[in-house]
């Protein structure tokens, strides 16, 4: 089985038994994720816009609350987007990466100790980011977007295979 198949194997499990709700909404889905988690959910835009080295999304837990920050100014679609990757990581109860506390120097004043995880959308290269993307992709699917795109055949599927990526975005 591709790394890919196992990683959408890997998503669908994970989501089983967790129904988007229909009709969608980005605030119907929170609701839900809030009701599913047990806690309170808010949604924030980023205070800049348009920094290419800075994360698009961010995703703060508190000791009482989860915090996902969007991207001020991008559109509507982009918004979800991020919104619905920084989701997955919470489905996913993914956690920082040994090392990456440093990014806790981008919450200004806020208590380190009163942060207890904080994960950023800036790549995608590491198996969390590909579980998050995977999973907000089947949100999208079961919400009746579009479909999670297939591994492409032939030449770009060899290539897929070979520098271990998920499949096409």
């Known amino acids: ?4 198949r196992r990683l959408r194997r890997r998503s669908r499990e994970l989501l089983a038994g ?9 605030e119907a889905l929170c609701a ?11 949604l924030h835009p980023l205070p800049y816009t348009g920094a290419a080295d800075l994360p698009c999304g961010l995703w703060v837990s508190t000791a009482g609350a989860d915090h996902i920050f969007h991207a001020r ?3 509507a679609l982009h918004q979800q987007n991020i919104i619905l990757h920084e989701i997955g990581h919470m489905l996913c109860d993914h956690t920082l990466a040994n090392g990456d506390n440093g990014l806790l120097a981008l919450l200004g004043d806020l208590d380190p100790a009163m942060v207890r995880r904080v994960l950023m959308r800036t790549r995608y290269s ?10 907000a992709a089947l949100i999208r699917e079961q919400a009746g977007w579009s479909a999670v795109p297939a591994r492409p055949d032939g030449v770009l599927g060899v290539i897929d295979e070979v520098f271990g990526l998920p499949g096409n975005r």
């Open 32 to 42: 839900r994720v809030s009701a599913h988690r047990g806690r309170d959910l808010h």
């Open 73 to 75: 100014g991008a559109s």
């Open 126 to 135: 590491t198996p969390e980011e590909q579980e998050a993307e995977m999973v």
């Open 1 to 4: 089985m591709t790394r890919w």
């Open 18 to 26: 967790f129904e988007v709700p229909q009709p969608f909404s980005v």
